[in-house]
């Protein structure tokens, strides 16, 4: 509901409210609220229910500087696990995926897809710490793919990085596998902030 605007950044709601709209009790209602808040998409108000946090520039900002690292050192140590084509068949079908969307103008499958590359880069870096702190952020990443989808340009060189990134993790090149991510999430990071500056999302 966060995602699609049904709940739209800046609104207040009450718990019984929520309850009401999603036809349960109000106790799984408040345990959502809280992790939602620790994902940094509402804030918990007491006895005023809770308030849906704009999602802003600067936000994907920091977010992006933490995925950019963490991310890259999980791109080098799956180089360094010496993976078989096997154990890296689910990598690939994402990088085909995304051509084969890119190929149908498809954007959604394309976003879709590309979830899935980087939360398989993830597994493959096999630091379950990392994986923590990713997924923390991985709600945000989502809402603020939602926002600008429709608005961004075709992801031609997303996916050429993509591509470079699991040949680079195919032949054990941590280095390349390291620098190649680093510089395609800046890139996104660069990207996103853009066009979120350019709704009008700039501060907190």
């Known amino acids: 509901m966060i995602f699609s605007g049904e709940l739209a950044a800046g609104t207040d709601h009450l718990e019984a409210e929520l309850a009401a709209r999603l036809g349960m009790s109000r106790t799984p209602v408040r345990d959502a609220t809280l992790i939602l808040a620790s994902q940094g998409l509402l804030e918990v108000r007491p ?70 590359f980087h939360s398989e880069l993830v597994r493959l870096g096999g630091n379950r ?30 996916s050429k990085d993509h591509s470079a990134l699991f040949q680079a993790i195919a032949r054990g090149d941590a280095t390349a596998a390291h620098q190649i991510h680093w510089q395609h999430r800046d890139s996104a990071r660069q990207l996103i902030t853009g066009l979120l500056e350019q709704l009008g999302l700039r501060h907190f």
């Open 47 to 116: 006895r005023k229910g809770v308030r849906i946090l704009t999602l802003s520039a600067d936000d994907m900002h920091e977010i992006y500087e933490v995925l950019t690292e963490l991310e890259s050192l999980s791109a080098a140590s799956a180089a360094r696990k010496n993976y078989g084509p096997k154990d890296l068949e689910m990598l690939a079908k994402t990088v085909t995926d995304m051509e084969t969307a890119l190929a149908e103008e498809d954007l959604q499958a394309w976003a879709n897809a590309d979830e899935a």
């Open 129 to 158: 710490r990392i994986a923590s702190i990713v997924e923390n952020f991985n709600d945000q990443v989502r809402r603020a793919r939602a926002m600008t989808l429709k608005i961004r340009p075709m992801p031609h060189q997303s």
